[in-house]
């Protein structure tokens, strides 16, 4: 009898650690995949905000780099069972493309507060991390040669004195483009805003493909302006060059923007980034990464990048752009497709 309890109770302690063994490894399991966060990912030097990440918070991030429209289609694809806990950077038209289909999931982070409510959609299924701005990429040596003025309004661009002098890009090549006629018809409203543009083109020789096609011919002292996405990243790039950056009376913009996946496996790990990507730290991690104007302002900007409390920003209803963009654009072939496009 003692020898029966004797191997109960021997039975009964190695179960116990067989037991506690096997919570243990599930413990070590569910903490390892805590600490990891997925990302699909269109931004620059994507090591640097790994790493600068990973020291802030503890949780690996790792990442697939892809454009707009291939993250789109994978998490279409990977619907019933995503791969990413988190979608950063990228065109704002895919992102709302991925709202109506119901790929994102709204979170509203406590960061926003600190952020102008421009750049956050209204129930949270995307916030800007950053701004991509249209402004005028001006040369310098050549305003100075032909007795040019530097304009301070966009009324500034459809008078005579930059008939010939100012390139522009072709919207159906363009998203840049095509962002930048919808931030004009915001601006001015639809019949006023195609009144605007028929003067606007008056004085562009020809428009590139590329958005950035203008700050190039600008930049090359063929031209001596050029409407240019986040012209300032000229000059950091090479401060020696003879031009000058210019935001208008007020800022065409759209976000980059980050959104967590709907059917997220690390649903906490998304908003722990989401918070950090709009936080002190993470805004100047991800300005060094790609210098564009950050959201909020409360920051130090690196030298060239303005800071947001500069900018007048127009309100852009981008989903209103976004459902009208095939009428935008047959309106726009309809005016001006005798316009020459070269590359």
Not at 157 to 165: A, F, M, N, V
Not at 233 to 262: C, M, R
Request: proline letters at 5%; charged letters at 25%.
């Amino acid at each position: 009898m003692k020898n029966l309890k004797g191997i109960l109770a021997i039975f009964c302690v190695m179960a116990v650690l067989v037991f506690a063994g096997c919570t243990e490894q599930q413990a070590s399991n569910v903490s390892q995949e805590e600490q990891i966060v997925t990302v699909y990912v269109a931004y620059g030097s994507l090591d640097l905000i790994a790493d600068e990440f990973e020291k802030d918070t503890g949780i690996k991030m790792e990442y697939v780099s892809l454009s707009s429209g291939e993250a789109l289609s994978r998490l279409k694809a990977e619907q019933s069972n995503p791969s990413a806990d988190v979608w950063l950077g990228g065109g704002i038209d895919a992102f709302i493309s991925a709202q109506q289909d119901g790929l994102l999931e709204a979170y509203k982070s406590p960061n926003a507060k600190d952020i102008d409510p421009l750049f956050v959609e209204e129930d949270g299924y995307w916030t800007g991390v950053s701004l991509v701005t249209i402004g005028i990429l001006e040369n310098m040596d050549l305003l100075s040669e032909k007795g040019l003025p530097e304009p301070q309004t966009w009324d500034d661009l459809i008078t005579d004195d930059y008939k010939g002098e100012l390139i522009a890009s072709n919207p159906t090549v363009s998203g840049t483009a095509y962002f930048t006629i919808c931030g004009i018809l915001q601006m001015y409203g639809e019949d006023e805003g195609w009144n605007y543009l028929d003067k606007f083109y008056q004085n562009t020789p020809f428009l590139t493909k590329r958005g950035s096609g203008p700050g190039n011919l600008v930049t090359a002292g063929e031209y001596a302006y050029g409407v240019a996405p986040d012209p300032h990243t000229t000059l950091i790039a090479d401060s020696e060059l003879p031009v000058k950056s210019v935001f208008l009376n007020k800022v065409i913009w759209w976000p980059s923007p980050v959104s967590i996946v709907s059917g997220a496996k690390h649903p906490e790990n998304a908003k722990i980034f989401v918070d950090w990507c709009l936080s002190k730290e993470g805004q100047e991690v991800l300005m060094q990464a790609s210098p564009r104007v950050p959201v909020r302002g409360d920051i130090e900007v690196i030298e060239g990048v303005p800071n947001p409390k500069d900018l007048d920003f127009l309100d852009m209803d981008f989903m209103y752009w976004g459902e009208n963009r095939d009428r935008i654009l047959d309106e726009w072939e309809s005016r001006y497709r005798e316009i020459s496009t070269t590359e």
